[in-house]
């Protein structure tokens, strides 16, 4: 899986990259590097968050304010109100997944509407 994450507009020039407009976070060790976790440490900075393949996986557990969310096929950065989330082209999407990832989000007030978009591909 990789998920790439679109940096906000900054005025100063890139040195190390921590200030580049954007961020590609890719694993090649089949999915067990601890991506979803470095997504989740950057995420708060980013307007865009996409995966643009793979499917349901092992996943990550994330706790914001004590409750504990398992996500195996969304985006963590759904956690974040200002944050666009995609499912690209190439995202095997099991359906039975992803509802029950959003009625977490449902059952704990999370406001996702508008903001999670799936590629018709």
């Not at 961020?23 to 643009?52: H, M, N, P, T």
């Not at 914001?64 to 109100?81: E, S």
């Not at 992803?98 to 989000?105: I, R, S, V």
Request: hydrophobic share 40%; net charge positive; glycine share 10%.
């Amino acid at each position: 899986m990789l998920t790439q994450i679109v940096k906000r507009n900054f005025s100063s020039a890139c040195v190390n990259g921590t200030k580049s407009k954007f961020a590609v976070i890719l694993g090649s060790q089949w999915g067990d590097e601890g991506k979803g976790k470095l997504v989740d440490i950057l995420a708060k900075d980013y307007d865009v968050c996409a995966r643009f393949n793979g499917g349901s996986n092992a996943g990550h557990t994330i706790v914001v304010d004590k409750i504990k969310y398992a996500f195996h096929l969304l985006p963590c950065c759904i956690l974040y109100p200002k944050c666009q989330n995609f499912l690209g082209n190439g995202v095997v999407v099991h359906v039975q997944t992803m509802f029950d990832e959003l009625a977490q989000l449902d059952k704990n007030g999370v406001d996702y509407s508008g903001r999670l978009l799936i590629s018709d591909r």
